[in-house]
């Protein structure tokens, strides 16, 4: 491709195949080529993520697992780990990063880059987008399609194009013709009820759209989502690439089945959602300066108490230390408890982090055997390891096999 | 009760006494100094349960006896006294003050409802005032003030024979000092874990006289009781009852390069860079031969600080991370114009000493006569981003 095929275009939309299905294929090898669904099994459960070979046989994200599996019963059900599929998240927008700072990710699986000041290191848009192509399979081993335009929705429109496993330039010259003959319900803003409403009015393209004026687009679905149908029909969209504030804060918490009072319940709660908020913070990579436990009572009356640490953390047993001391230093004497909470706040990122180091402490710490639970967690499903407190506490639904029954007064 | 007294006097005595008052009484009679007079000494005593502080001085006495009162406000009053001889009078259930034209009138606690104070423990041995008090200071620095970690808030001390050792460390450093002493029997061996503030705040105020006596009573399970004696004053401190970490496991046995430091200069350098060092930032220190450049700062949107400073350098050059205030702490704790600092990676303690000066006048009797090698300060660096 030229130069030349690129001119005006800046934006470019990266968006990952099928990309929770994908990241379990490269997980096990053996499913590659076969249907595979990630999602819940119960006879509530939904389909999170398929791949291209599952969609063959109709199989699409939302549906409910038990008319996939009718659909397609070949399929492999795999229940998902949201921690590494986070973990690959975080390795795909840390390359869109070294590309350029302007990064937008919209979800785990997809981001919005403007490439318009990487030009003379990197070449062209089309260029950066193969070569993002390129590196996302080398290091993550699945695949990503691309779009590029001038602007973000065209962009976007292009990638979902483009999939799977390709790449797709719209340039400003040709908006109109890639954009026209889509069906409305391609155009951001338009959902089934809109679309509705437009195909009422007998406006089943883009360029049916376009063609009408926008006093009668206004009437039709309401003065601003009109006017913003327009605008984007004739490929205006002045959105630009704004690039995300890390998160400031993460973290988990559990409302009981009934209320309970008894403090060694809401320890073993703390120290789950503490295991919980600190995998997270691993697995985007942040450590968090402080803790604050959110203890809602029976009468909805909602207090938190917040600690800073000398020493920034992702260790679980940590925050749990912490959580423990500032729930006890409340001095509840049996309150009939609702809600428990642990958040992690003031987040920083791990590798930008100074860390003040422990005299003495053992080569493989704490820390390590979190990780190593992390990576069992990976192979072998949420909470495969974890402190024997919690054995026999009931795991989080829809994450891999069901524990034992809880014991009585033990919290879901 | 009834006695006259010097004001400086009355207002040293109570206002080391009021030191141990705590903050929040428990109960409200531990809020009070105790003023006991008895054939011409007059006690003034304080206690909270932990710890206990009593001094005495001499009074001209006519009528022996004693009385409770509120310890801040005694303290605050006596400390504003004008210079004149104080009279103090027992009236009823009120304690009248004059000091020339100044009049005061306190209300009494309950003497009845005052607990007696723990008796002092069977003497273990003496040591030079000054001595325990440097080095008491120098350990103590390294000791944790987070309350949740009790084991951490105290300073180990350790009696084997004539030898006394303190350590103390947060888990990020560990100080360690050794001194001799005169152990009331030979071959005496005990170990205890003492509050590491009331233990410097003792050492610190026991200087008065040349020696001071330390008594331990380590009876059953946190029954036990530290009791330092000197000049007039002596204080008891009940004993952290926790286990300390095995500290001589983390002293490095051997070191792959080090470093010779002109104390002042490298913690007035060290001092003006971690002026950008933000918070839970650290001092990064590049050691080549013959120099250590200091940085702080760095990222955009703070501030950067940098400066050179002679050292003598011995290894290969080595990048390391520390916490600014640890750092200067244990600078500021070797007492001696040289210090050296011992280094295994940038990743492992790095060990701060004092260096001896083979100076001439060996008489200069300013310094204690301890060796300056026997104070180690362990630093735990930070590890740098990138």
Redesign the interface.
Known sequence: MTRDRAAGCTVLHVDMDAFFASVEVRRHPELAGTPVIVGGVGNRGVVTSATYEARRYGVHSAMPTSRALRLCPTATVLPGDLDLYAEVSRSVMALFRSLTPLVEPLSLDEAFLDVSGSGRRLGDPVAIGEYIRARVFDEQGITCSVGVAGSKFVAKLASTRAKPDGLLVVPPAEVMDFLHPLPVGALWGVGPKTEEVLLRLGLRTVGDLAHVPARTLQRAVGQAAGSHLHELAWGRDPRRVVPDEPDRSTGAEETFGTDVDDPQVIHRELLHLSERTAGRLRSTGHLA?TVTVKIRFADFTTITRSRTL???TDVGQELYDTAR?LFDALGLDRARIRLVGVRAEGLVEA??????????AREHGRRDAELAADRAARRFGAGAVRPATLLGRRQVPGAGPVARDPSPGTPR | MKFRVAREVLAEAVAWTARSLPPRPSVPVLAGILLEVEGGQLAVSGFDYEVSARSEVDVQSTEAGRALVPGRLLAEITRALPPHPVDVVAEGARLAISCGNAKFSLPTLPVEDYPSLPSMPSTAGVVDSDAFAEAVGQVAVAAGRDDTLPMLTGVRLEIEDDLVTLAATDRYRLAVREFAWRPETPGLSAAVLVPARTLADAAKTLTSGPEVVLSLASGGSGEGILGMSGKDRRTTTRLLDAEFVKYRAIMPSESSSFATLPVGLFTDAAKRVALVAERGTPLRCEFTPGQVTLRAGGTDDEGQAEERCDVEFDGEPLTIGFNPTFLLDGLAAVHTDRARMDFTTALKPAVLSGVDEPSADDEDSGRPAERAGSYRYLIMPVRLPG
């Not at chain 1, 590798?351 to 003495?360: S, V």
Request: no cysteine; charged share 35%.
């Open positions: 300066r000398k020493v920034p001391t590798e930008a982090t100074a860390r003040q180091l422990e005299l003495g």
